[in-house]
């Protein structure tokens, strides 16, 4: 299926709001993982999101040129033409970006869209995160405000972050403490700044404990309630019942997390859990392995000649695709987003 419109993206949403489900959203930095997510997705019979980083852009547009918007755009043109191959809807994302690299990533690629959209096309990325959570809130949710409008001129999503990730993604590193938790008064504000939908949609990432990187299950505090209070604030400030849930919420930093915390997350409103170290890991697992188990016919040993059948770049790659592909699944699994496409 062509890549998600607005419209589709914004149903897919509200889908996994409804129904208690979240998507996962897969961070791509070439073109194998890009089929590699969508191919996992399509196999969960799933909808589902991949996404670019700054520094996944700035890899795939070559590694000498280091030109993230570049990088970004021939993804996103990449998953484009092969996404029309499979039955899923699949939209495009950008993930975390701090403030001094707005004005290099997000902002030129919310511009380009915009040009797209008033020539009667569709924006490039169905929506775009702005990472504050290096700057105070206020400065936070100024800047917010000011990606929201551009957001909403060029009929795409905003997401932002409220609190403090731990940990380390892409260069963007946080220590682990007390801030890792969002509290209501963080949720009231963010209502105040950015409204309920009016000024334009957004996804929030509120923090309960996450942190980016890899840790086994356990080494992870998190706490999902943080969640249910900030919902309940926000629909406190609202006017809406304690049950209603105003935030469409996104979980970062989920390496390690346990079946039981992700359900909860999701219980309390989120839509979208991002996924990064695990596929990571399931992509270059199997190279390793084939790479040793194969290495005689990858090495040319002792002036042998190898064998092109191994050292072949599609050998491999196939191998890493597949497992990519089988950790997207069982991502859309753990999130109940399997088997949700809607034909």
């Not at 039955?87 to 919310?110: E, S």
């Not at 890792?180 to 209502?191: K, N, S």
């Not at 080494?219 to 105003?246: F, Y």
């Amino acid at each position: 299926m062509p890549i998600a419109t607005p419209e589709i993206y914004a149903d897919m949403l509200d889908r996994a709001k409804t129904g208690s489900f979240a998507y996962p959203a897969i961070n791509i930095t070439s073109s194998q993982t890009v089929t590699a997510a969508i191919r996992g997705f399509a196999e969960a019979g799933s909808d589902g999101i991949i996404q670019v980083s700054t520094g996944g852009g700035e890899y795939a547009s070559g590694s000498t040129i280091k030109d993230m918007v570049t990088g970004a755009k021939a993804l996103a043109a990449y998953a484009e033409e092969v996404a029309k191959n499979y039955p899923v809807n699949i939209a495009l994302h950008t993930d975390h970006c701090p403030k001094d690299k707005l004005d290099g990533f997000v902002r030129p690629l919310l511009a380009a869209s915009a040009e797209r959209v008033k020539s009667g096309g569709l924006p490039i990325f169905q929506s775009h995160m702005w990472d504050g959570s290096a700057v105070p809130l206020e400065e936070n949710l100024q800047i917010a405000e000011d990606l929201l409008a551009a957001c909403k001129a060029a009929n795409v999503i905003l997401e932002i972050e409220v609190g403090v990730v731990g940990g380390e993604e892409d260069g963007v590193a946080n220590e682990i403490n007390e801030q890792l938790y969002t509290t209501p008064e963080d949720a009231v504000a963010t209502i105040k700044a950015l409204g309920a939908g009016e000024k334009g949609r957004y996804l929030t990432a509120l923090t309960f404990g996450n942190v980016h990187g890899v840790y086994k299950p356990g080494n992870v505090k998190l706490r999902p309630e943080i969640l249910k209070a900030a919902q309940e604030a926000a629909a406190g400030e609202l006017g809406q019942g304690a049950d209603a849930r105003p935030f469409d919420l996104v979980f970062h930093g989920g390496s390690g997390s346990t079946a039981e915390e992700i359900a909860a997350a999701v219980d309390f409103g989120v839509v979208k859990m991002n996924v990064d170290t695990d596929t990571q890991y399931a992509f270059t697992r199997p190279v390793a392995e084939w790479m040793l188990r194969n290495f005689d016919g990858v090495l040319k040993i002792d002036g042998e000649v190898g064998n092109k059948k191994q050292y072949d770049p599609r050998a491999w790659g196939k191998e890493a695709e597949a497992a990519m592909a089988r950790r997207v699944v069982e991502a859309c699994e753990n999130l109940r987003s399997a088997g949700t496409h809607q034909a």
